[in-house]
């Protein structure tokens, strides 16, 4: 812009006070685009005579989409403060209803921002002047004076704050920005810097919920859709060939909601307790001979390839299978892994029963579950 | 009760008279008694507590012949003569219960057309088409000879739309929990091993779908009712059926139901394809 107006372009200097008060309105238009060294080719009005046919057409056209905008948003309003939006099950009377609340809202609001955008680009489109200016580029920094001036007036005003000769205002400002900018990287990073083995054996990657703190009993637990409905498992409870996903449970959680949400949905909880039909050839992992009750097994249905839910259980040639990655392990030979990916077995949890019929955890996984970490060394 | 409230007084009367007196002591004695025992007999018939399977069975015993007729036309190939089943053919029956016949023929997947990964829904033999009078009888008679060689878990008395329970917020917890897994999140079905495969759920009826859950047709596993109770259950239907059948195409199309591959591709064509549209018309002379 400066290069305009110091005349590089060498076409138009300012116009004095007076000049200016005698220009009128479109001269000064002009002048604005001569000073910028703007040069306009071609401008055509798109309805040079007023009050054609075609003219009243476009206006109508445009005014169209406004309105159109104006109704939908008007429609919008409307149903997003009446239309019935309350959740009713699809067999209830007002299910249709309910159910079109969202398009309805979305629809409404949509075509009111796009009707009211059309409207924009068409009036544009249909009644700016068809227009063609060519402005000079210029090249190259700044002119020599420009440049030399700029900079000596930065520097007489860093000189004129006197900072230069103030050491420890210097030392000061530079020792509080600094160290806030500590605070801002601890505070950034800090999170991220975990010791996640300072609990040594009883780190959360080595064992699970259903080890047994204080030596409480751990009962296996079925989820029923509700927290404080608590039904634990019993070898009668199920069918030869079928499977269920237990929790630990304790008594003492009975009546302690956080205790017992925590059970539930932690990530390393879920067991899937299988009871094989009787008679089912069974090759168990050496050491872990006892780990079953009769048919019952219980493994851990957190995969240990990347710690999917392993719950598709077959049951007519007890493959347990992976949803993510299609490893499949066989319930029949402590779930060694036949196929996919994963390389291990999944954890067997040591099962009996106790004197009152239920299902107890005799101790924790001997491994850790889930997928291989670095400590895990297998 | 009337014969021994009225008899015992005519002994006594005639207590008096000596000639004879030894054994017509002993013959009221005996009427007495006889008596006694009948009308007990009768009582205890009377306020004895129904039998259901017994009664069942014995009032049945015409079905249970037509069902074996059934099955020796249709079923005997492959589970053999005694339902013990055939080496390589088809398993054993003893002790699948009525609802294992009903969902297995219901569906059309037995008679079983070819042997492959696993029995395939078709539509049901006319035979045993239960949308038919003489189907279904046909089905119900088949079910009760099964049933009567070892048992085993029966359908429940309610049948259709009155399977479905009144909470299918539960039933969705739950079957995310226990079916999802296989059939997807809607029921839409998955993939398993070796071309096995979960089905959808869409076209089964709440009688097939309570029946495979109770008895556990092919791979999947059994659910007792001490498992997911009767109220579970029909609740699980409940959410089924909530979801299924266009219930749950809020917009429109469910796009298939698998989630957010299908909406994903159909939301980046066509809204790309406005987007394109849009610039085109924006950056076009009139």
């Known amino acids: 812009m400066s290069g305009a107006t ?9 116009p004095t006070a007076a000049e200016l008060e005698e220009m009128t309105p479109e001269q000064l238009a002009r002048l604005a685009g001569d000073l910028d060294d703007v040069d306009v080719q071609h ?53 249709r209803m309910y159910s079109l609340y969202t398009p309805v809202v979305g629809v409404t609001f949509g075509l009111a921002v796009l009707a009211l955008g059309i409207g924009v680009i068409s009036y544009v489109k249909k009644f700016f002047p068809s227009e063609v200016s060519v402005q000079q580029r210029h090249d190259g920094p700044s002119d020599e004076v420009a440049r030399r001036t700029v900079m000596a007036q930065l520097a007489a005003a860093g000189k004129d704050t006197t900072i230069a000769r103030r050491t420890v205002i210097k030392r000061s400002a530079g020792a509080a920005a600094g160290l806030f900018g500590i605070g801002l990287g601890i ?22 919920g259903w080890k047994s703190t204080n030596g ?42 956080e205790a017992l949400l925590k059970a539930q949905k932690a990530g390393d909880a879920p067991v899937m307790l299988i009871r094989l039909r009787p008679g089912t050839k069974v090759v168990k992992r050496a050491g872990q001979e006892n780990f079953n009750y009769g048919d019952y097994y219980a493994f851990s249905k957190i995969c240990t390839h990347l710690g999917c839910p392993t719950s598709l259980y077959e049951a007519q040639d007890n493959r347990i299978l992976c949803p993510c990655h299609q490893s499949q392990f066989l319930a029949t030979e402590y779930a060694r892994p036949v196929f996919g990916p994963a390389t291990r077995a999944l954890p067997q949890l040591p099962i009996t029963v106790d004197d009152e019929g239920y299902f107890i955890a005799t101790s924790d996984f001997h491994e850790a579950v889930g997928p291989a970490f670095w400590e895990r060394r297998s | ?103 297995q023929v219901s569906s059309g997947r037995m008679p079983l057309a070819r042997q492959e990964a696993q029995a395939m829904r078709k539509p049901p033999t006319q035979t045993f088409d239960p949308h038919t009078q003489e189907g279904a009888d046909n089905l119900a008679a088949l079910g009760a000879f099964v049933q009567a060689n070892g048992g085993g ?34 029921g839409r079905g998955g993939a398993l ?94």
């Open chain 1, 6 to 14: 110091t005349g590089e372009g060498g076409v138009t200097s300012a």
């Open chain 1, 187 to 208: 505070a950034a990073i800090g999170p991220l810097i975990r010791n996640p083995w300072k609990d040594g054996p009883n780190s959360p990657l080595w064992i699970t």
């Open chain 1, 216 to 257: 409480e009993t751990v009962y296996m637990r079925a989820d029923t859709g509700d927290l404080e409905d608590i039904r634990r498992v019993r070898p009668e409870d199920m069918e030869p060939g079928s499977m269920q996903t237990v929790f630990p449970y304790r008594l003492s959680e009975q009546h302690d909601e």
């Open chain 1, 43 to 95: 401008n055509a009005p798109k309805f040079p005579v007023p009050g054609t046919r075609a003219e009243k057409r476009a206006e109508r056209a445009v005014a169209g989409w406004f309105t159109l905008s104006a109704l939908s948003a008007l429609a919008f309003v409307i149903a997003f403060i009446w239309w019935p939006h309350e959740y009713v099950a699809p067999d209830q009377p007002g299910y």
């Open chain 2, 193 to 286: 091993s070796s071309g096995k495969f979960a089905p959808s759920l869409d076209p089964a009826n709440e009688d097939q779908i309570y029946a495979a859950m109770l008895t556990g047709p092919q791979n999947m596993p059994k659910f007792s009712d001490a498992q997911l109770s009767p109220q579970e259950k029909k609740d699980i239907i409940a959410y089924i059926k909530s979801v299924s059948d266009g219930n749950n195409d809020v917009g429109g199309s469910g796009l298939g139901g698998i989630g957010p591959t299908s909406e994903g591709v159909i939301a980046f064509v066509v809204g790309l394809a406005a987007i394109v549209g849009f610039a085109m018309w924006l950056g076009a002379k009139q």
């Open chain 2, 1 to 103: 009760m009337e014969p021994t409230t009225t008899t015992p007084p005519e002994p006594r009367s005639r207590r008096g008279r000596r000639p004879h007196g030894k054994v017509r002591r002993r013959l009221a004695g005996a009427l007495a008694l006889g008596i006694g025992l009948l009308s007990v007999g009768a009582l205890y018939s009377v306020v004895e507590p129904a039998p259901q399977t017994a009664v069942a069975q014995a009032a049945d015993a015409a079905t249970i012949a037509k069902g074996q007729d059934l099955y020796n036309n249709a079923c005997i190939t492959c589970h053999g003569a005694n339902l013990q089943g055939v080496q390589d053919r088809g398993p054993s029956l003893v002790g699948v219960g009525d609802a294992a016949v009903y969902f």
């Open chain 2, 153 to 186: 878990p029966q359908l429940p008395a309610a049948t259709g739309e009155a399977l479905r329970g009144d909470d299918p917020a539960r039933g969705g917890e739950l079957f995310r929990l226990n079916c999802a897994s296989c059939h997807n999140f809607t």
